[in-house]
T-cell receptor, first 112, second 112 residues
Framework: SQQGEEDPQALSIQEGENATMNCSYK?????LQWYRQNSGRGLVHLIL?????REKHSGRLRVTLDTSKKSSSLLITASRAADTASYFC????????????FGTGTLLAVQP | DVKVTQSSRYLVKRTGEKVFLECVQD?????MFWYRQDPGLGLRLIYF???????EKGDIPEGYSVSREKKERFSLILESASTNQTSMYLC???????????FGDGTRLSIL
């Protein structure tokens, strides 16, 4: 029951450019989260945006949420080679168990 | 910082063996999760637990079982390993109530 779909599947940019990744989902959510995964490692939580929020910032990250379109975007500004990783959105329908449904991810390559 | 530790980074087993994957978290989190990650399919939830001795099936529980005898430890068991269970296995934990999940570094399991 894949909920999130990321777009694009892969993205290659130069250092210093901005990277934008999009996520679409299908059902109502309580919150949406973005995670990062370096090659061969576990996922690291980046940012959580609640269903009643429209935009959230954390350092060079900016996340937007449009619940009417069931979509979210992650913007990484002034990218660095160290930002090279896979990025996943995950939706939380609510409840005490924090069960998340992950998308298939966007592979970002930042060329030095 | 939360630490989620998976017992092995790499594991090679034979078809038909009983396989145990162990996960320990050190932050007293109520919820624990087991996922498998395959190329093109993203993360899929196998089982999760919201309290000691409590467990619920995720999206793909067939061929797996779990055990949570202590709050900090969540074990995934492959009762009779098969080649289609070759995958990356990720453990995560979280507090109750719309909280992010914290992941271990994963176990890359190969079934020969």
């Amino acid at each position: 029951s894949q909920q999130g779909e990321e777009d694009p599947q892969a993205l290659s940019i130069q250092e210093g450019e901005n990277a934008t990744m999009n996520c679409s989902y299908k059902t109502s959510i309580n919150n949406l989260q973005w995670y990062r995964q370096n090659s061969g490692r576990g996922l690291v939580h980046l940012i959580l945006i609640r269903s009643n929020e429209r935009e959230k910032h954390s350092g060079r990250l900016r996340v937007t949420l449009d619940t009417s379109k069931k979509s979210s975007s992650l913007l990484i500004t002034a990218s660095r080679a160290a930002d090279t990783a896979s990025y996943f959105c995950a939706t939380d329908a609510g409840g005490a168990t924090n069960k998340l449904i992950f998308g298939t991810g966007t592979l970002l390559a930042v060329q030095p | 910082d939360v630490k989620v530790t998976q017992s092995s980074r790499y594991l090679v087993k034979r078809t038909g063996e009983k396989v145990f994957l162990e996960c320990v978290q050190d932050m007293d989190h109520e919820n624990m999760f087991w996922y498998r990650q395959d190329p093109g399919l993203g993360l899929r939830l196998i089982y999760f637990s919201y309290d000691v001795k409590m467990k619920e099936k995720g999206d793909i529980p067939e061929g797996y079982s779990v055990s949570r005898e202590k709050k900090e430890r969540f074990s995934l068991i492959l009762e009779s390993a098969s080649t289609n269970q070759t995958s990356m296995y990720l453990c995560a934990s979280s507090r109750r109530g719309n909280q992010p999940q914290h992941f271990g570094d994963g176990t890359r399991l190969s079934i020969l």
